[in-house]
């Protein structure tokens, strides 16, 4: 679809009849008048005269507008709604962050919304520029039906990733349908929200005994430095505006660790920011065994639900998040076939735990993560938190 598309009346266009219709209207004209509701947002996209953006009202009003079109059966909607969000250009970091959760947000409506048959024509024009932001959406359209195991099989759709996949496009890493350790993703159980208390976590996840050795172990471990990897382990706190800080820590062990002596005796004798308050001293704590498809899940869920004061990313981009904090924890290099990470990944130790220390907030969310390699040489810890204490009002 052009974007040079004119539409009439542009002398006597109001933004803010638009900015102040509501859920209801917006999803009556997108079912009953799908091209006014097009027209709108082409207008509030073209901005002030001389092609310059209106600024973040438009950009939320548009978004919106593509939403509620995204929400609508149709051939037709479907199309409008992505040429919306590709026309939303970038104006700042806080533009660019707003853009990027529409196009992610329309991704994820359409594919739970429109039937194949509807998006298959998106994808007939086959991309050159991975950056351009008709590629970038139709790429999360794609993440999205992967973990629905709806775009399989598909001609069309397997041509564009076949193509995205040359372009490099980082989403192509990804395994084309849902693998089955990914089965919690966007599951929620009544009862099973966030894990707060250590009687939560003992009643979920059954609890490691202390142990000498364990402690004798932890005292003589070396830390092993890699900030690329700790960047990759953090980065689904980080992209979804968790605001209380994360670690992550990697350190070879000076010998073998027995597995049952993989607890909190040994993870107290590191040097972790995390199990240290402000006078240095250790507060309470427990480590109980957990499994990879529970870490991933709180992976994926930190970056898809977001901080409190933070952005979902979306279920194809909270998704690769997540891999990439797993693989960086396993320390594996980005080349390893997932189902092959799957298989090491069982043969890891993992562990949750908790801590009552000052680096935590307790607050909206703290997970903490600790793993052991099949050597029982190497442990990776991961942890963060997040908080709303310094939010505006």
């Known amino acids: ?25 917006l999803t009556r004209l997108a079912e009953q008048r799908p091209e006014e509701l097009y027209e709108a947002a082409v207008r509030l996209c073209r901005g ?43 104006q700042g970091a806080a533009a660019r962050q707003e853009r990027d959760r529409l196009r992610r947000s329309v991704a994820e409506r359409l594919a739970k919304a429109q039937p194949p048959r509807h998006l298959e024509p998106l994808f007939v024009a086959l991309p050159d520029d991975p950056h351009d932001p008709e590629t970038e959406t139709r ?24 193509r995205l996949r040359e372009l490099g496009h980082p ?23 966030p894990v707060k208390t250590p009687q939560q976590l003992r009643a ?19 830390g092993v430095p890699d900030d690329g990897r700790a960047q990759a382990a953090v980065r689904p706190f980080t992209a979804g505006g968790w605001e209380g800080g994360s670690e992550a820590r990697f350190f070879m062990l000076p010998e073998p660790l027995d597995p049952d002596a993989f607890g909190m005796s040994l993870l ?36 898809y639900y977001g901080g409190v004061n933070g952005q979902g990313q979306g279920r194809a981009y909270a998704r690769l998040y997540a891999w990439d904090s797993l693989y960086a924890l396993m320390g594996l290099s980005v080349d390893v076939p997932f189902l092959e990470a799957v298989r090491v990944a069982a043969d890891h130790r993992w562990l949750r735990f908790m ?10 969310a703290d997970v903490a993560f600790a793993v052991l390699d099949p050597t029982r040489t190497r442990v990776a810890v991961l942890a963060a938190t997040d908080t709303d204490q310094d939010a505006p009002g």
Do not use: K
């Open 355 to 364: 801590a009552f220390t000052g680096w935590f907030h307790h607050d909206a």
């Open 268 to 303: 107290e004798e590191l040097p972790l920011d995390c199990l240290t308050v402000g006078n240095g001293s250790q507060g309470t704590a427990l480590a109980c065994a957990t499994t990879p498809d529970d870490v991933l899940n709180e992976l994926f869920s930190a970056a």
């Open 171 to 193: 989403l192509t890493r990804l395994p084309g349908t849902r693998l089955d350790v990914e089965h919690r993703f966007t599951v929620r159980v009544r009862g099973l929200g």
């Open 204 to 222: 979920r996840f059954p609890e490691m005994p202390p142990s000498d050795r364990g402690a004798v172990v932890g005292r003589g471990a070396a």
């Open 139 to 162: 790429a999360c359209i794609l993440g999205e039906l992967a973990l629905t195991g709806a775009g399989t099989g598909r001609r069309v759709l397997d041509a564009y990733t076949a």
């Open 48 to 90: 002030a005269p001389g092609g310059e953006f209106g600024g973040t009202p438009q950009t939320r009003t548009a978004g919106r507008i593509a939403e509620a079109l995204a929400d609508t059966r149709s051939r037709d909607c479907a199309a409008y709604a992505v040429d919306i969000v590709g026309r939303l250009p970038p």
């Open 1 to 25: 679809m052009s974007h040079d598309h004119l539409t009439p009346g542009d002398d006597a266009f109001d933004p803010r009849r638009w900015e102040e219709a509501g859920p209801e209207e």
